[in-house]
């Protein structure tokens, strides 16, 4: 079983516009429609049985209309939706509540879109919100292509605000810190923060991402495509040329992700 544990996909009636916003801000071209309908196509051509969606309220009167989107999902097969909350939104512990008691079983932020650091006392109090309620979290982190002045979401962030979260699911994407991988071993080791493998092979590299894993640890590491961003396909492809040992394989590709989703592993 492949599980991809980092994917975004849009309305139909917004999801072209979305895209080429994106890839006017980030330089990056979309390797996908970016719409459900493209999602579950890409999933059935690259050989992944399940998709974790990764919705993104980037101001706090989306809240309500992503996370029904979300909701509108979990009758999909091989689609895991996450929903999203603002930092300076309203009524987070509710709107979280509200989440879990649907079925939702995780949120993602994105500290750049939303314009605060992942130090923010707003984000602490989301964390510690979601570990109370058995939520996970991933968040972007490390710098983004749409961001170039500094980046919101750092491996020392995350490990400055450790302590206050402990306890807390929490999946930094991109390897623990796109571009910032230097700083992830140092800073997220002695935590029990996951990373996914999203969109930073090419970036990376085969030799740097091989033992980058290996010596992180497998069992805290989730595959990840950063759809439509990458190709799932190509991705799953670009990890199996690791040429990692079948256990390790088993455990990036669904071992851990069925771990964080309380399912059987």
């Not at 919101?152 to 623990?176: E, N, Q, S």
Request: glycine letters at 10%; proline letters at 6%; one cysteine or more.
């Amino acid at each position: 079983m492949v599980i991809d544990f980092h994917t975004h996909i849009f309305p139909e009636k917004i999801a072209d516009r979305a895209l080429r916003s994106m890839e006017g801000t980030s330089g990056l071209t979309a390797q996908a429609a970016g719409t459900l309908a493209a999602l579950k196509a890409s999933m059935a051509a690259g050989g992944i049985d399940r998709s974790v969606t990764c919705p993104i309220a980037t101001k706090p009167s989306q809240t309500e209309s992503i996370n029904r989107f979300a909701i509108g999902q979990l009758a999909e097969p091989g689609i895991v939706p996450l929903g999203s909350v603002h930092p300076q939104g309203e009524h987070i512990p509710d709107t979280l509540q509200a989440l879990r008691d649907v079925g939702i079983r995780g949120i993602k932020i994105h500290p750049d879109y939303q314009g605060m650091p992942i130090e923010s006392k707003e984000y602490i109090e989301i964390l510690q919100c979601c570990r109370a309620l058995g939520l996970f979290c991933v968040t972007h982190a490390g710098w983004d292509a749409s961001f170039p002045e500094r980046p919101m979401c750092t491996p020392r962030g995350v490990r400055k605000i450790w302590d206050d979260i402990r306890g807390v699911t929490l999946i930094a994407a991109h390897m623990g810190g796109w571009k910032l991988w230097d700083e992830v071993e140092e800073n997220l080791r002695g935590t029990d923060v996951l990373i996914d493998t999203s969109f930073s092979f090419d970036y990376l590299g085969a030799p740097a991402m091989r033992e980058m894993i290996l010596r992180f640890g497998p069992e805290r590491v989730l595959f990840g495509t950063d759809s439509p961003w990458d190709g799932q396909g190509k991705a799953r492809q670009d990890f199996l040329s690791l040429a990692l040992p079948d256990d390790v394989t088993e455990q990036v590709f669904s071992g851990n992700a069925l771990r964080v989703l309380g399912e059987r592993v």
